[in-house]
């Protein structure tokens, strides 16, 4: 799987969006981007998936250059309960079952 | 949600006993995982399932067992407690292998 870099930590405003970056410079063609958030002492949590088309769902949305090399999450209105480690993965599936999470960005929902 | 429940939530242990968590899920996936966190690692994989008697190693398998008689459950054993093994420990599971569904995780404490 390829690998991702993410900030480590971010900040964000109650009410405002949050836009969380991931750098992903050696995907291949057969994977998929999948973004995870844990809040503290839970387990992670399954947000969004793309491939290399945005998707929108009721948590977030996933947007994906066209070279497929960076993404970046978006929360449109932050809430307080939105703070959480969030996890940018890169994965083929297939007969590949293992889904390797990284250090993740911790971001911070400021009131 | 799916339907993921740990137990125990908490465990203290002695070094050198053997130690078994449970893990059970009631939405008949065929993937179930096992994975630890510790600072400064994030999460990493312990074991995995991919059906009813087919399980292989994660990245931090020594010193763990698991064995999956039924598509249930998964629990995951600890032959011998070393207090290496204090973590927090979480069972996932999935059907595509894709999307994982995660439990509230076991804390265990081997002193």
Known sequence: ?111 | DAGITQSPRHKVTETGTPVTLRCHQTENHRYMYWYRQDPGHGLRLIHYSYGVKDTDKGEVSDGYSVSRSNTEDLPLTLESAASSQTSVYFCASSESSRKLFFGSGTQLSVL
């Open chain 1, 1 to 111: 799987d390829a690998k991702t870099t993410q900030p480590p930590s971010m900040d964000c405003a109650e009410g405002r969006a949050a836009n969380l970056p991931c750098n992903h410079s050696t995907i291949s063609g057969n994977e998929y981007v999948y973004w995870y958030r844990q809040i503290h002492s839970q387990g992670p949590q399954y947000i969004i998936h793309g491939l290399k088309n945005n998707e929108t769902n009721e948590m977030a949305s996933l947007i994906i250059t066209e070279d497929r090399k960076s993404s970046t999450l978006i929360l449109p209105h932050a809430t307080l309960r939105d703070t959480a480690v969030y996890y940018c993965i890169v994965y083929s599936g297939g007969s590949n079952y293992k889904l390797t999470f990284g250090k993740g960005t911790l971001l911070t929902v400021n009131p």
